[in-house]
Protein backbone atom coordinates (compact mmCIF):
# COMPACT_ATOMS: atom_id res chain seq x y z
CA UNK A 1 0.00 0.00 0.00
CA UNK A 2 2.94 2.53 0.46
CA UNK A 3 2.71 3.03 -3.16
CA UNK A 4 -0.55 4.44 -3.24
CA UNK A 5 0.19 6.62 0.20
CA UNK A 6 3.34 8.00 -2.42
CA UNK A 7 0.95 8.56 -5.22
CA UNK A 8 -0.94 10.80 -3.27
CA UNK A 9 -3.67 8.74 -1.65
CA UNK A 10 -5.06 9.80 1.69
CA UNK A 11 -5.53 6.34 4.01
CA UNK A 12 -9.30 7.21 4.42
CA UNK A 13 -9.40 6.97 0.26
CA UNK A 14 -7.45 3.72 0.73
CA UNK A 15 -9.57 2.34 2.93
CA UNK A 16 -12.53 2.92 1.25
CA UNK A 17 -10.65 0.94 -1.65
CA UNK A 18 -10.32 -1.81 0.44
CA UNK A 19 -13.68 -1.80 1.63
CA UNK A 20 -14.31 -2.29 -1.68
CA UNK A 21 -12.06 -4.87 -2.59
CA UNK A 22 -10.77 -6.42 0.28
CA UNK A 23 -8.01 -8.47 -2.13
CA UNK A 24 -6.18 -4.90 -2.37
CA UNK A 25 -4.09 -5.70 0.96
CA UNK A 26 -3.00 -8.93 -1.19
CA UNK A 27 -1.70 -7.27 -4.09
CA UNK A 28 2.08 -6.28 -4.48
CA UNK A 29 3.33 -2.91 -4.77
CA UNK A 30 4.89 -3.95 -7.60
CA UNK A 31 2.20 -4.78 -9.38
CA UNK A 32 0.32 -1.50 -8.34
CA UNK A 33 3.78 0.17 -9.51
CA UNK A 34 3.28 -1.72 -13.19
CA UNK A 35 -0.13 -0.72 -13.58
CA UNK A 36 0.50 2.86 -12.36
CA UNK A 37 3.64 2.76 -15.14
CA UNK A 38 1.22 1.15 -17.67
CA UNK A 39 -2.38 4.69 -16.88
CA UNK A 40 1.03 7.20 -17.36
CA UNK A 41 2.37 5.91 -20.34
CA UNK A 42 -1.15 6.53 -21.80
CA UNK A 43 -0.91 9.76 -20.66
CA UNK A 44 -3.25 9.65 -17.51
CA UNK A 45 -2.50 12.52 -15.19
CA UNK A 46 -2.77 11.99 -11.56
CA UNK A 47 -6.10 13.02 -11.32
CA UNK A 48 -7.51 10.49 -13.58
CA UNK A 49 -5.24 7.65 -12.57
CA UNK A 50 -7.34 8.89 -8.41
CA UNK A 51 -10.52 8.89 -10.03
CA UNK A 52 -9.80 5.50 -11.98
CA UNK A 53 -8.50 3.65 -8.80
CA UNK A 54 -11.58 5.44 -6.95
CA UNK A 55 -14.30 4.41 -8.84
CA UNK A 56 -12.61 0.56 -9.83
CA UNK A 57 -10.34 -0.58 -7.31
CA UNK A 58 -10.82 -4.09 -8.45
CA UNK A 59 -8.38 -3.15 -11.58
CA UNK A 60 -5.44 -2.85 -8.82
CA UNK A 61 -5.70 -6.42 -8.12
CA UNK A 62 -5.84 -7.54 -12.14
CA UNK A 63 -2.67 -8.07 -13.04
CA UNK A 64 -0.70 -5.62 -15.14
CA UNK A 65 -0.27 -7.68 -17.89
CA UNK A 66 -3.89 -8.14 -18.40
CA UNK A 67 -4.10 -4.17 -18.25
CA UNK A 68 -1.25 -3.88 -20.82
CA UNK A 69 -3.30 -6.23 -23.28
CA UNK A 70 -7.25 -4.73 -23.03
CA UNK A 71 -5.67 -0.63 -23.29
CA UNK A 72 -3.68 -2.66 -26.46
CA UNK A 73 -6.87 -3.70 -27.74
CA UNK A 74 -8.65 -0.70 -26.90
CA UNK A 75 -6.12 1.08 -28.77
CA UNK A 76 -6.66 -1.57 -32.18
CA UNK A 77 -9.82 0.13 -32.47
CA UNK A 78 -8.10 4.17 -32.86
CA UNK A 79 -9.04 5.21 -29.66
CA UNK A 80 -7.10 8.18 -29.59
CA UNK A 81 -7.17 9.21 -25.93
CA UNK A 82 -7.46 5.63 -23.90
CA UNK A 83 -6.74 7.96 -20.93
CA UNK A 84 -9.95 9.23 -21.44
CA UNK A 85 -12.16 6.80 -21.99
CA UNK A 86 -11.12 4.85 -18.90
CA UNK A 87 -11.16 8.32 -16.84
CA UNK A 88 -14.98 8.37 -18.36
CA UNK A 89 -15.45 4.34 -18.25
CA UNK A 90 -12.77 3.21 -15.61
CA UNK A 91 -14.90 -0.53 -15.41
CA UNK A 92 -13.61 -1.26 -18.57
CA UNK A 93 -10.58 -2.57 -16.72
CA UNK A 94 -12.93 -5.15 -15.15
CA UNK A 95 -13.10 -6.64 -18.02
CA UNK A 96 -10.41 -9.79 -19.77
CA UNK A 97 -9.25 -8.95 -22.84
CA UNK A 98 -10.80 -11.75 -24.63
CA UNK A 99 -14.39 -10.34 -23.35
CA UNK A 100 -13.54 -7.00 -24.78
CA UNK A 101 -12.82 -8.74 -28.11
CA UNK A 102 -15.78 -10.75 -27.97
CA UNK A 103 -18.01 -7.41 -27.29
CA UNK A 104 -16.26 -5.24 -30.04
CA UNK A 105 -16.96 -8.50 -32.39
CA UNK A 106 -20.26 -8.53 -31.71
CA UNK A 107 -21.23 -4.64 -31.90
CA UNK A 108 -19.26 -4.94 -35.65
CA UNK A 109 -22.04 -8.09 -36.67
CA UNK A 110 -24.52 -5.25 -35.28
CA UNK A 111 -23.72 -3.24 -38.00
CA UNK A 112 -22.32 -0.75 -35.81
CA UNK A 113 -19.73 1.65 -37.39
CA UNK A 114 -16.62 2.32 -35.47
CA UNK A 115 -17.06 5.29 -34.23
CA UNK A 116 -20.45 4.09 -32.64
CA UNK A 117 -18.82 1.03 -31.11
CA UNK A 118 -16.17 4.11 -29.50
CA UNK A 119 -19.23 5.74 -28.04
CA UNK A 120 -20.45 2.69 -26.64
CA UNK A 121 -17.02 1.82 -24.54
CA UNK A 122 -16.69 5.83 -23.34
CA UNK A 123 -20.45 6.30 -22.13
CA UNK A 124 -22.09 3.19 -21.66
CA UNK A 125 -21.26 0.60 -19.18
CA UNK A 126 -20.83 -2.99 -21.49
CA UNK A 127 -21.37 -4.86 -19.03
Same mark, same amino acid.
Given at each position: ? #? /? *?????????? =? +? !????? @???????????????? #? /? *?????????? =? +? !????? @????????????????????????????????????????????????????????????????????????
Amino acid at each position: M #D /I *LIRFGFTMEE =I +K !NMMDT @NDKIEETSDKNINEIL #D /I *LKNIDCEEAQ =I +K !NIFLC @NPFCLTKESKEIKNLIQKIKEIHFQKPALLLDSNPYLLNMQTEELEEWMNQKKQDNLTEEQIKDCLQYDMIF
